[in-house]
Every structure is written in C-alpha cells, then in structure tokens.
C-alpha cells in the first residue's frame, strides 16, 4: 500500500525528517507543528508530498499535527532563550555538586512540558540530585541523557577538515560505519589527524566512496607484486587508482629506475579480493 510522506526540517538548515501529512495539505517552507518522541515541536517542510511503499517504511511515520500559528513560532523563540537559560543554570549546579560533566545542550519541546539536557562525561554520573534542584527550579519534566564525543558534535556541529560544515550536524540521520581499510582504500595517510572528524573519531565521509575505491583496487595491481611491463617485469610502488596509472620500479644493479603506466599496458594477476 502506498503511503503519503514528507520531509520536515527544524533548522534553516540541516537535515530532514520524515513525516506522514497526515490529510493536510502542505506546501513547501510552511512552519507546521510534528509529533516527536519527546513532544510537539515546530518545523518547516522541505518537500513536495510523495508516495512510499509501506513495506518499505522501517517503522510507522509519525504526524504533522497541524499547520503553526504565530503564537507557536513566537513560543519557539521564546523557548530558544529559555534554553540558553536552562543550559546555564545546570552548568552552575553542576558545578555547586561538584559533578565531572560537560554540558553540550538543553532542548525544550514546544509546549515547554520536558526538556532533554545532553551532557558528556568519561564515567558514570549521579545526577539525581541535579535532576531534583533542576525540577524544583522550572517546573517540567526533566531528562539528562549522557552522549558521546560523535553526538556531541552532531549537536553543535562546526567545519570539517574539507571546509564544509560536519555532516553529522548538516544531513546524516544516522553515523556513518568507517574503517581503518576504507582510508587504506583510498590510500590516505593513516595519521589520525587526517582521517579523524571534530569528534576523534573516523570521518563519517571515508564510507562514501568507498565501493568505487573497492571497485578500482580490483583492477590494479598490488603494491610490491611483480608485473610485467613494456620494458621488462618491475615492482609495483604506487597506484593512481583515479587515474588508474600505476609507479613500477626497475633496479638493475646499483641503480633504480621509476616508471608509470597506463593499467592497461601492464600484466599482473587480477586482484578479485
């Protein structure tokens, strides 16, 4: 059966999610009211509505509630500022408890009944008595959620090594898996300064192109084998797999030669792994 979808962004950017319209009828930018795990919130559609195979749904689509009103993008704002109020407050209390906590975030749902307060830590935090002062000082239902390194800057996102805002923060809905062998793939430097995101850990980004490099490395040779060239059998010392040019190395005697060939004018046993 199909189903009606459309995606709904919270932010003037960043990614998007999905939502059934739930019969309204929607148009592109309209600020509209969704049904979250945590509560309503306010966001903005970003998509025509189209159609979806329900097998192909993971789970059941939550609702767009209902078109927002001006009293609900004013509450939005309000809820903004409360949060930077929210965020400092539990910083100063947590540092009355003298708890080992970083806060990264306080987030309100619209009708200001819960707010979600992210925090990182390097071990297990009692915070109840934090959760206590915080209920007793604004009166909702409070929940810290403890995160780690990768969520924290998908939450406050920043510029990546290439330049471009984290992707984490920008579309991904989720991480992305990366490998060491993904970077030895595309043959960058293992250093994990040039393969590590704002997080420490692995770019989410190494995974992108990583079946085309799969692909590449399965028409070139190894590096170190022996193959055979125009001008006689050498050593493999590099690939240019986008180039698919391959360095061999010819030693005769004390001297060392380097040459680059096409993949093409080379013969060398396929590499099917």
Do not use: W
């Not at 002062?133 to 959620?145: G, M, P, Q, S, V």
């Not at 293992?190 to 399965?218: F, H, Q, W």
């Amino acid at each position: 059966m199909q189903i009606a979808k459309v995606e709904i962004r919270y932010d003037d950017e960043g990614k998007t999610y999905t939502f059934s319209p739930n019969g309204l009828d929607l148009k592109l930018n309209d600020a509209v009211v969704v049904d979250t795990v945590r509560g309503s919130e306010l966001g903005y559609v970003s998509s025509e509505i189209t159609y979806i195979d329900e097998n192909e749904l993971k789970d059941k689509l939550k609702n767009v509630l209902r078109l927002a009103t001006e009293k609900d993008i004013a509450q939005k704002k309000e809820n903004l500022e409360k949060q930077k109020e929210i965020k400092a407050k539990t910083e100063f209390l947590a540092d009355k408890l003298k708890l080992d906590m970083k806060i990264v975030s306080a987030e309100l749902n619209l009708e200001r009944s819960k707010v979600i307060i992210n925090f990182t830590s390097d071990d297990r935090v009692d915070f109840r008595e934090l959760v206590k002062e915080l209920a007793n000082c604004f009166k909702i239902r409070i929940e810290l959620r403890q995160i780690g390194s990768r969520n924290e800057t998908q939450l406050l996102g920043g510029i990546g090594p290439c330049g471009r805002q984290v992707c984490c923060n920008l579309f991904l809905k989720d991480f992305e898996h990366s490998t060491i062998k993904m970077a030895k793939n595309q043959g960058l430097s293992l250093n994990p300064a040039n393969i590590s995101g704002l997080c420490g850990r692995l770019m989410c980004c190494l995974s992108y192109e990583n079946d085309g490099y799969v692909e590449l490395l399965k028409q070139m040779p190894k590096v170190n084998s022996i193959v055979e060239t125009p001008d006689g059998k050498g050593q493999v010392v590099y690939n240019n797999l986008l180039k698919k040019k391959v360095q061999v190395k010819f030693v005769k005697g004390d001297t060392t030669e380097l040459k680059e060939y096409e993949v093409g004018q080379i013969k060398f046993e396929k590499n099917d792994k």
